[in-house]
């Protein structure tokens, strides 16, 4: 059964993600008779009726094709989903934006970030003292409080604004506020705690959900830039980018994805759960996977993500899908090549290139971007290696460099997402 016209709009109000009730979908934009999507399954497969794939799942596909099709037990349909020959992907950019997107962000809620809560249910308030930003969130009756410390470049003021880039953990601040880009940082240890205590202002909302600590700190980014807006009109909050290494890359990650007023997604050595393979997960650096990130800090997840352990390759998705999910705003990925935790080789000949394809077919081959460079796990230089890219986005400067330069790595590994070479025609 598909979705009817009359359903879209019943269901179409054109929210973000974080109005998003559970089990609903929003088909964002106007109705278009002329796009069906497919209702995503309720409940959600496990992962004993997913299929196995081997390589990068289809990320045109919609999750119903890769289940109920595969109900008939054929040992090629796999084989044939993963190349790409699914008979139900999405054919249109249109059908993109309307069904898959909005699909892949419930997907991803459902299997591993836990649902965001529904911000219109929030009340946030902010006050500002000097260079830091008081804020507190309101929801049921619970108020969770935290605050930010802005940095702003010289020269910001209310009628000339500056883009800003928000982090957590540290970064190289000054080349960023020389070039015209206000630096904010908040502790996210006060918003979440990196443990299974579930302290912090998140927590104090909403204790008792199911919901991953990467959530909760996107959440944290996300109300930093509320008080921002209300508070430091030094700061143009509509040119923001949002950054933190390693598993507060991770979480930056989530931030992106979870609140479409980011402009640019930055996340930094950020590995499994961020933009490091499920899949491939041995090319390079520790062998970090579903299996150890869950035992060594399951807290980043949703307990969902828990059922997936030793079966990674019945995940729907990988981390090309959370990336092409961004699209068509921008994302710059940074890996070291001598990063000794993080799978680098695999985020930039795998993930990245995979990504790329979405992003071009969507018309937005610009807007993602690689950088290699040498250099270690969270080493400051990556915050230098990507800021030509940050300054042509925030701030319309153009560089030559080429972002699309896999360095030492060479070629894209083509191999892993055999679907690239079916990828859809476009309607228009
Ligand atoms: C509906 O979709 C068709 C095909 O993609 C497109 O040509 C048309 O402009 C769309 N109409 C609206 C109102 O979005
Ligand atoms: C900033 O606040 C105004 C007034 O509430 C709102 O209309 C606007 O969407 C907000 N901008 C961002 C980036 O949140």
Redesign the pocket.
Known sequence: MRITAIEVLLFGAAAGVGDMPRGLISRQ???????DCPPIPSPFPTYQQLPVQSTLPDPFLPLKYTTTDNAAGSSSFAQDVMAGKGQHRVQ????WYKCRQPEILQVLQEYQYGYYPDHSQETVAATRSGNTVNIAVTAGGKTGKFKASVSLPSGASSTKPAPVVINIGGMQNAPYLSAGIAVVQFDYTTVAADSNSKTGAFWDIYKGRDIGVLTAWAWGFHRTLDGLNMTVPEIDSTKVGVTGCSRLGKGALAAGLFDTRITLTMPMSSGVQGLGPYRYHAMSGQDETLENSKSGAGWWSDSTLGKFVNHAENLPYDAHTIAAALAPRALVIDQGTGDQFTNSKATAIVVYPAAKLVYDWLGAGDNIAMSVRSGGHCDMSGYTAVLPYVQKILLGTPTTKNYNDLGSYGSPLTTTFPWATAVPKK??
Request: proline share 0%; hydrophobic share 40%.
């Open positions: 934009g106007s109705a278009n008779a002329t796009v249109t950019v249109e059908e309607a228009s």
